[in-house]
């Protein structure tokens, strides 16, 4: 479904009933990666799913995409459908859009999964890596793809999964050079909210992959430590929905329920 939003088409889906489950895809994704999820969370929930700024069938909205511009675009969807509390589980980028949405919303939220994703802000090692993804994507954009979604699997796991990397490759490569470079400043310059993961009223989990070659695993058991999230540790890499996806279905399920 698309809403029109500042002049801009906004793309996302609505399965089920229920609870309200709001799905928030990573960088170089969009909603199709949560096909292998949405049919069993969709059968006692509602499950939303969204297109975010410059990915997918939605639209880029200037040169900067913040996490507070995507969550002011996921704000607009959950506004127009009338939904006033849900559960978020945000993949990687989609994380930090959810963050973001906590932050300036925390009333609005039931609770957070952040999926592969840290509640840290860049570093300026880094910091300086987008700079450089940023130079390497406009030399090169499917170059530049082709390197970043195979990078996110556990090495021995790109043999395992070579048809699926194929996959998500056909997808990214829709992904507007625009999108992509907005995307890497927005999430260049986004704020610390690691505070959330102490001062908020809603349920709080983070998924960590034991193997992720993105995320550093130890710096995020350090950043539950003392906190009110739960931490689940899968044995792979960045891509938990396809790496670990019966484990990760369980572990969202019994999450969703205890909420």
């Known amino acids: 479904m698309i809403l029109q939003h500042k002049g801009i088409n906004i793309f996302y889906t609505d399965e089920g009933k229920g609870s309200a489950i709001v799905l928030l895809h990573g ?4 909603v199709s990666m949560w096909n292998g999820i949405t049919p069993t969370l969709s059968k006692k929930n509602r499950v939303i799913c969204i297109d975010l700024l410059g ?15 995507m969550a002011e675009v996921v704000d607009a969807v959950l506004k127009h459908l009338k939904i006033r509390r849900s559960i978020f589980v945000g ?9 973001a949405f906590a932050e300036e919303h925390p009333d609005a939220l039931k609770g957070l999964c952040l999926m592969n994703s840290t509640a840290s802000a860049d570093t300026p090692e880094k910091k300086l890596n987008r700079d450089r993804a940023i130079l390497a994507v406009k030399q090169n954009h499917k170059s530049f793809i082709r390197m970043a979604i195979v ?15 194929k996959q998500i490759r056909k997808e990214a490569q829709q992904t507007p ?10 999430m260049k310059i986004r704020n610390d909210r690691e ?29 539950t430590k003392n ?21 990760l ?11």
Request: proline letters at 4%; a neutral charge.
């Open 91 to 99: 993949h990687s980028m989609g994380g930090y859009v959810a963050l």
């Open 55 to 69: 990915h997918g069938k939605t639209d880029c909205l200037g040169y900067v995409h913040s996490m507070e511009l």
């Open 249 to 259: 279905l369980i572990n969202l399920m019994h999450f969703i329920e205890k909420i």
């Open 227 to 247: 906190t009110e999230a739960k931490l689940v540790t899968l044995p792979d890499g960045h891509m938990s929905h396809i790496e670990n996806k019966d484990e």
């Open 195 to 223: 505070a959330l993961l102490h001062f908020t009223p809603f349920k709080k989990m983070v998924i960590a992959g034991k193997k992720d070659p993105v995320l550093h695993y130890d710096l995020l058991v350090e950043q």
């Open 151 to 165: 990078n996110l699997f556990r090495p021995k796991n790109r043999k395992l999964f070579s048809d699926k990397i």
């Open 177 to 186: 050079l625009q999108g992509i470079v907005a995307a890497l400043e927005g």
């Open 27 to 30: 960088f170089l994704e969009n």
